[in-house]
């Protein structure tokens, strides 16, 4: 059963820092666009960032340019989400994504997903 789990959220104050980790079951991982979306209560889902399958290739949101960064370990099977100078309106749970082929930005192209995790930034 493919399965992608997110880890790494948690509270931290604005300004603060954290890493989101995603373990993915997905063979061969290099296939794999992967990507992060986040939704915060009462809102639509976001996208965040994606990177390409041998992740050479990143893209992210204009709302987290410079602050995030995402990153792909094809021998780990795994991508990552660096998050540094966190606000307030970064709360949100935020979930890793799969897809094969080309990265996208939009949320309905992903066909894996995993259970998401919380990010809260206080202010």
């Known amino acids: 059963q493919v399965q992608l789990v997110e880890s790494g959220g948690g509270l931290v104050q604005a300004g603060g820092s954290l890493r989101l980790s995603c373990p993915a079951s997905l063979s061969p991982f290099s296939s794999y666009a992967m990507a992060w979306f986040r939704q915060a209560a009462g809102k639509e889902r976001e996208f965040v960032a994606t990177?390409?399958?041998?992740?050479?290739?990143?893209s992210c949101a204009d709302s987290v340019k410079g602050r995030f960064t995402i990153s792909k370990d094809n021998t780990k099977n795994a991508v990552y989400l660096q998050m540094n100078s966190l606000k307030s309106e970064d709360t949100a749970v935020y979930y890793c994504?799969?897809?094969?082929?080309?990265?996208?930005?939009?949320?309905?192209?992903?066909?894996?997903w995993g259970q998401g995790t919380q990010v809260t930034v206080s202010s």
């Open positions: 994504a799969a897809k094969t082929g080309l990265t996208s930005r939009r949320f309905s192209d992903y066909t894996i």
């Open positions: 990177i390409s399958g041998s992740g050479t290739f990143t």
